[in-house]
C-alpha cells in the first residue's frame, strides 16, 4: 500500500453526486448503482449469505482522508442486491479496549446461532497489526469482544473465515505473509500455531521489480469452497493492485495459480474482494475511487453479478456504474425502511430513536432513489414516519426519475425535534406496474426533516 493524495468533506461529495446523477439522468432512466452505497466512503467488502439476505460488512473511509483513517465498521443487507439497508456501525474500535487503531479489512461469518465478525486493529499495548474477533446474535449486531484480546497478533492484517462441510474453521490473513491457522468450534480459539503458506510462484504468481515479494499475493484473501474445489481470491501486486486468485484441493493447498479476475480499474491504489452465491447466481465484490472525491483513501463499495467458467474458473470482470441486476421486486405494501436505498442524493444517517437508521440532513431537492417496485393495480396512498425540528415540507414521490411524473406529495409537519416521530399519509394517484420510487425532499432552507420509514397502502 503506498500514499496517495486526496480529498473532499461529506456535504460537498452530497453535491458533487448530487449534480452527477441529475447529469446522468437527464437523458434516459439508465442510472448508475455501483457504488453501492453513496452517503458515506466505505472499503473492503465482506459479503455475507444469511436467511435469504445479503448481509455486507464493510469498512468506513473516513471523509478526508489521507491515509487508511479508519475508526469503525459498518452493516449493509440487501434481499435484491440493488436496494440495500443501512444497518449503522455495530463494531468500532471501542469495542476492543485493547485497540488503538485501524479498523481495517474483516470478515463475519455464521455458525451455531452467532455471528462472528473478525477484524484487524492495531494493538495498543504493541503496536503491531492483531486479529480481534467480535461476536452477535444477530448479522446485525451490537457486537461485543468475544474474549477480551487478540485472537492472534503477529503484526499482520486481513482476516478471511472458512468453514468447511466437515466443520473445521480456518482463518486465513496476512501482508506480506500469508498465514492461516485452524479455528475450534468455539470460533473465538485456535489449535496449533499459526502456519505459513508457502509464497510459491506456482501458487501465486510471479510479481517482476520487488525482490522481497516475488509473488503477486499482496493482500485481503477471500477463502471458500466451491464444488469441491478451494479458492483463495486476493488483492494481487502493489501498487496498484488487482484482483487475482488461485485454487487448491484441500484447505491448506497446495495452492496453484488461476490468474487476474478484476485487472487493476477505478482511481483507488487498492482493492479487495469478496465473493458469495446467492439466490443461484453469484457475485463479486470489490472498492473503488468512484465517488465524487473518492480515491485511495476514500473508497467505495461495489458489485458485479458473474458466472464461472465451465472448469470452476473466473471469467474476467470488470468495474461497471451498473452493478449487479435486480432481483425481483420491491414491494411497497410493507413498511420499508428509509434508509434502503438503491441510490441516494444528498442524504445522511443516523440510529433512530424507534430502532434501526433514520435518514436526515434532507435539504431541499435531495432525494432517495428506491428501485423496481411493484405498485401493482394500484397505490391509493402513501405513509410516512418523520420528525423535524426544522422547517419541515414535503415527500414528493415521482416515477422513474427525480424529475419523474409526481405520484403523490405528503406534507410534512416541524414536531419539535428530529427525534420526535410522527406519522404523515397523503394520496397516491398513478403509480400503477413496477417503476424506480424516487422520494424528493422539498421545503425551505436548511435541514428539512427525518424519515424513518415509509408504506404505500
Ligand atoms: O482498508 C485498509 C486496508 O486497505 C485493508 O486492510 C487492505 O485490504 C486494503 O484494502
Given at each position: 500500500m503506498k500514499l496517495a493524495p486526496r480529498l473532499a468533506p461529506r456535504h460537498a461529495i452530497a453535491a458533487m453526486v448530487s449534480l452527477l446523477c441529475i447529469a446522468t439522468l437527464l437523458p434516459a432512466?439508465?442510472?448508475?448503482?455501483?457504488?453501492?452505497?453513496?452517503h458515506i466512503y466505505t472499503a473492503d467488502p465482506a459479503p455475507l449469505v444469511h436467511n435469504g439476505r445479503v448481509y455486507l460488512y464493510t469498512g468506513h473511509d473516513e471523509d478526508g482522508?489521507?491515509?487508511?483513517t479508519m475508526k469503525e465498521w459498518r452493516v449493509w443487507s440487501s434481499a435484491d442486491m440493488v436496494n440495500w439497508t443501512d444497518h449503522g456501525?455495530?463494531?468500532?474500535?471501542?469495542?476492543?479496549?485493547w485497540a488503538k487503531s485501524d479498523a481495517w479489512a474483516g470478515q463475519a461469518v455464521y455458525r451455531n446461532g452467532k455471528f462472528y465478525w473478525y477484524v484487524p486493529v492495531t494493538s495498543r499495548a504493541t503496536g503491531r497489526y492483531a486479529i480481534g474477533v467480535a461476536v452477535s446474535d444477530s448479522p446485525t449486531g451490537p457486537f461485543r469482544?468475544?474474549?477480551?484480546?487478540?485472537?492472534?497478533?503477529?503484526g499482520e492484517i486481513d482476516p478471511s473465515v472458512f468453514i468447511d462441510d466437515n466443520g473445521q474453521a480456518y482463518l486465513y490473513w496476512g501482508n506480506p505473509n500469508l498465514w492461516y491457522l485452524r479455528l475450534n468450534a468455539d470460533m473465538i480459539s485456535y489449535s496449533g500455531g499459526p502456519t505459513q503458506i508457502p509464497l510459491t510462484t506456482a501458487g501465486f504468481g510471479t510479481r517482476t521489480g520487488d525482490p522481497n515479494r516475488p509473488t503477486l499475493y499482496e493482500e485481503g484473501p477471500w477463502v471458500y469452497k466451491r464444488n469441491g474445489l478451494y479458492y483463495n481470491v486476493f488483492a494481487a501486486k502493489c501498487c496498484s493492485e488487482f484482483i487475482a486468485y488461485s485454487t487448491a484441493?484441500?484447505?491448506?493447498?497446495p495452492w496453484t495459480y488461476r490468474g487476474t479476475?478484476?485487472?487493476?480499474?477505478?482511481?483507488?491504489f487498492t482493492n479487495h474482494p469478496g465473493v458469495i452465491d446467492f439466490n443461484g447466481s453469484s457475485y463479486f465484490f470489490y472498492h473503488n475511487g468512484?465517488?465524487?472525491?473518492?480515491g485511495g483513501y476514500t473508497r467505495s463499495v461495489a458489485v458485479e453479478k458473474f458466472s464461472y467458467n465451465a472448469d470452476g474458473g473466473f471469467p474476467t470482470i470488470n468495474m461497471t456504474t451498473t452493478g449487479a441486476p435486480q432481483i425481483g421486486t420491491l414491494n411497497p405494501y410493507v413498511r420499508q425502511e428509509a434508509?434502503?436505498?438503491?441510490w441516494g442524493s444528498g442524504i445522511e444517517t443516523e440510529p433512530s430513536s424507534e430502532g434501526g437508521m433514520n435518514i436526515g440532513w434532507?435539504?431541499?431537492?435531495d432525494w432517495i432513489k428506491v428501485k423496481g417496485v411493484a405498485f401493482g393495480a394500484g397505490a391509493a396512498s402513501f405513509s410516512a414516519r418523520v420528525a423535524s425540528a426544522g422547517s419541515g415540507g414535503a415527500i414528493e414521490l415521482r416515477l422513474d426519475?427525480?424529475?419523474?411524473?409526481?405520484v403523490g406529495n405528503c406534507n410534512v409537519p416541524v414536531?419539535?425535534?428530529?427525534?420526535t416521530w410522527t406519522s404523515v399519509s397523503c394520496p397516491v394517484n398513478g403509480?400503477?406496474?413496477t417503476h424506480d420510487l424516487y422520494l424528493k425532499f422539498t421545503g425551505g432552507s436548511g435541514n428539512l426533516f427525518n424519515v424513518n420509514w415509509w408504506q404505500f397502502n
Open positions: 432512466v439508465a442510472r448508475a448503482d455501483n457504488p453501492i452505497v453513496q482522508s489521507t491515509w487508511f456501525s455495530p463494531l468500532n474500535l471501542a469495542t476492543f479496549s469482544d468475544a474474549i477480551g484480546r487478540p485472537l492472534v497478533e503477529n484441493p484441500g484447505p491448506t493447498g479476475i478484476m485487472p487493476t480499474q477505478g482511481s483507488s468512484a465517488l465524487p472525491g473518492g434508509e434502503t436505498i438503491a434532507l435539504a431541499n431537492g426519475s427525480p424529475t419523474g411524473t409526481v414536531t419539535g425535534g428530529w427525534q403509480a400503477t406496474g
